[in-house]
């Protein structure tokens, strides 16, 4: 797989890149398969450190321009490095080699994929499913839906290529150079959060690529809290595939403006600013 750039985007999160790092070299991977991007985090020292230590590719970003920036910048230069394959890894995955060749294997002998991802579960529970793919409602504003989840494993019965998915998800996520040849990089605007959705929608209503799930082989993932940094994001970004792919703005907003509400009542007055500032920005920024 000396093709294949694998790329880990690092923002204040050495401790799991680094785990990352040492878990795929431990694995027999090849080590110019390795892309990190530091994107401007107090770590930006240690990621160098590790870069030269493990002899892999390292990139220090001057700015924190976000996930699609940040991911972008590794792919820039990978493709000089004759790469002609990448995934896209979190640092707090678990992921597997074989899993990775898998992926790999798949888009070499089923020319009709562009990109594909795992299952993903959790790491502290792993039968119990995080994503089998996604799906995005642009009736209710571009609402987005993880395929099975919060679901048992021996629950659910789903074919071995989930094929019925608007976006795979970007903690894990492989595609080939062809993708990019056709509709370009992701789109740095969105900083964080539905930049996979977005760059999947062009994906299938520009080109003939296919999506798929594998979910015969998992990665595994950490959850998160969420809070008012996610929550403006979510409600911007969503507005700005409404505006972009024809969705219902007006659900958002409504919706939006319900939680904002809710917020303010609570007197969690960071949340609530965090949706009005979402819903103005989403509406009135500049594309």
Same mark, same amino acid.
């Given at each position: ?13 050495? !401790?799991?890149?680094?785990? !990352?790092?040492?878990?795929? =070299? ?7 398969? @390795? ?7 107090? %770590?930006?020292?240690? @990621? ?24 972008? =910048? ?21 992921? %597997? ?9 798949? =888009? ?50 789903? %074919? ?85 792919? %024809? ?7 409504? !919706? ?32």
């Amino acid at each position: 797989m000396k093709d294949l750039a694998i790329i880990i985007l690092n923002y204040n999160s050495f !401790e799991d890149t680094s785990r !990352e790092v040492n878990s795929l =070299l431990q694995q027999k991977c090849y080590n110019k398969s @390795i892309y990190i991007v530091d994107n401007n985090s107090t %770590d930006k020292g240690k @990621i160098e450190q590790l870069g030269l230590e493990k002899n892999i590719n390292f990139i220090i970003s001057d700015k924190n321009g976000g996930y699609a920036y940040g991911n972008n =910048l590794a792919i820039k230069q990978a493709i000089k490095d004759g790469k002609k394959f990448f995934l896209l890894l979190n640092p707090d995955i678990d992921i %597997d080699v074989v899993t990775i060749e898998v992926l790999y294997n798949d =888009l070499q002998r089923k020319t009709e994929i562009g990109i594909i991802g795992p299952r993903i579960c959790y790491r502290n529970h792993k039968n119990l499913i995080y994503s089998d793919g996604g799906l995005l409602h642009p009736e209710e504003g571009f609402q987005g839906e993880h395929v099975h989840f919060n679901r048992n494993i021996s629950d659910v019965k789903t %074919d071995h290529y989930n094929y019925d998915i608007d976006y795979v998800d970007g903690s894990v996520f492989m595609f080939r150079k062809e993708v990019l040849d056709e509709i370009g990089l992701m789109n740095e605007k969105f900083f964080m959060y539905y930049e996979e959705s977005e760059w999947c929608l062009r994906v299938l209503r520009k080109t003939q690529w296919k999506l798929v799930v594998n979910t015969n082989i998992t990665a595994y993932n950490v959850y998160s809290e969420k809070g008012s940094f996610y929550e403006y994001y979510m409600t911007r970004n969503r507005i700005w595939l409404c505006r972009l792919y %024809d969705g219902d703005i007006k659900y958002v907003q409504k !919706e939006r403006w319900k939680l904002a509400r809710k917020a303010f009542k609570r007197r969690d007055f960071s949340l609530a600013k965090a949706y009005l500032k979402g819903i103005i920005d989403g509406v009135y920024s500049k594309l």
